[in-house]
C-alpha cells in the first residue's frame, strides 16, 4: 500500500470511529441486487446519486437547462421590441441597443456553463450547442 492510500484509509477509519458515516442514508443496508457495482466508478456514482449529488457536468447540464429560457425569452423580447418600435426614433433605438445588450448579456452567461460543460461532460456526443452572442449585430448588419 502506497502511502498516500495508507493515509487516506487512516483518515476514513478515523471519521468512522467518530461516526461521521453513521447517519447516512441507507447505511447498513445493502446495496440492491439489481444495482451490481461493475467498477469503482459505478461505485462513486452511486454514492453520489444516493446522496442526491450529480457529477460537476450533469449539474451544469442541469443548470444550463433551466437557464435557456431566460436567454430565448430574451431574444424573443428584442424580436418583438424591434417590429413594434420605430427605428427612426432615438429614444426607441435606444431602448432596441438595450434589449440587444440583454441579450448578449445572458447569452455570454448561458455560453460560459455551456463551455464548462462540454469541457467536462464524457463524450463529444453530450456537447451542448452554444448561444450565437452576436446574431443580432450580424442580422443588422446583413440588412
Same mark, same amino acid.
Given at each position: 500500500?502506497?502511502?498516500?492510500?495508507?493515509?487516506?484509509?487512516?483518515?476514513?477509519? #478515523? #471519521?468512522?470511529?467518530?461516526? #461521521?458515516?453513521?447517519?447516512?442514508?441507507?447505511?447498513?443496508?445493502?446495496?440492491?441486487?439489481?444495482?451490481?457495482?461493475?467498477?469503482?466508478?459505478?461505485?462513486?456514482?452511486?454514492?453520489?446519486?444516493?446522496?442526491?449529488?450529480?457529477?460537476?457536468?450533469?449539474?451544469?447540464?442541469?443548470?444550463?437547462?433551466?437557464?435557456?429560457?431566460?436567454?430565448?425569452?430574451?431574444?424573443?423580447?428584442?424580436?418583438?421590441?424591434?417590429?413594434?418600435?420605430?427605428?427612426?426614433?432615438?429614444?426607441?433605438?435606444?431602448?432596441?441597443?438595450?434589449?440587444?445588450? +440583454?441579450?448578449?448579456?445572458?447569452?455570454?452567461?448561458?455560453?460560459?456553463?455551456?463551455?464548462?460543460?462540454?469541457?467536462?461532460?464524457?463524450?463529444?456526443?453530450?456537447?451542448?450547442? +452554444?448561444?450565437?452572442?452576436?446574431?443580432?449585430?450580424?442580422?443588422?448588419?446583413?440588412?
Amino acid at each position: 500500500m502506497l502511502w498516500w492510500d495508507r493515509l487516506i484509509e487512516d483518515k476514513i477509519q #478515523a #471519521a468512522i470511529s467518530e461516526g #461521521a458515516f453513521d447517519r447516512l442514508p441507507g447505511y447498513g443496508k445493502r446495496l440492491a441486487d439489481d444495482l451490481q457495482p461493475a467498477d469503482e466508478e459505478w461505485l462513486g456514482n452511486h454514492v453520489l446519486h444516493s446522496n442526491g449529488v450529480l457529477p460537476t457536468w450533469l449539474q451544469l447540464r442541469k443548470d444550463i437547462h433551466s437557464g435557456r429560457p431566460a436567454v430565448i425569452d430574451a431574444w424573443h423580447e428584442y424580436e418583438e421590441a424591434r417590429e413594434r418600435l420605430a427605428l427612426s426614433h432615438p429614444g426607441q433605438t435606444a431602448i432596441l441597443n438595450r434589449l440587444e445588450e +440583454r441579450y448578449e448579456a445572458k447569452a455570454r452567461d448561458l455560453n460560459k456553463l455551456i463551455d464548462e460543460h462540454n469541457v467536462r461532460c464524457p463524450s463529444i456526443v453530450l456537447e451542448l450547442p +452554444r448561444f450565437q452572442e452576436d446574431i443580432i449585430r450580424r442580422r443588422r448588419s446583413a440588412h
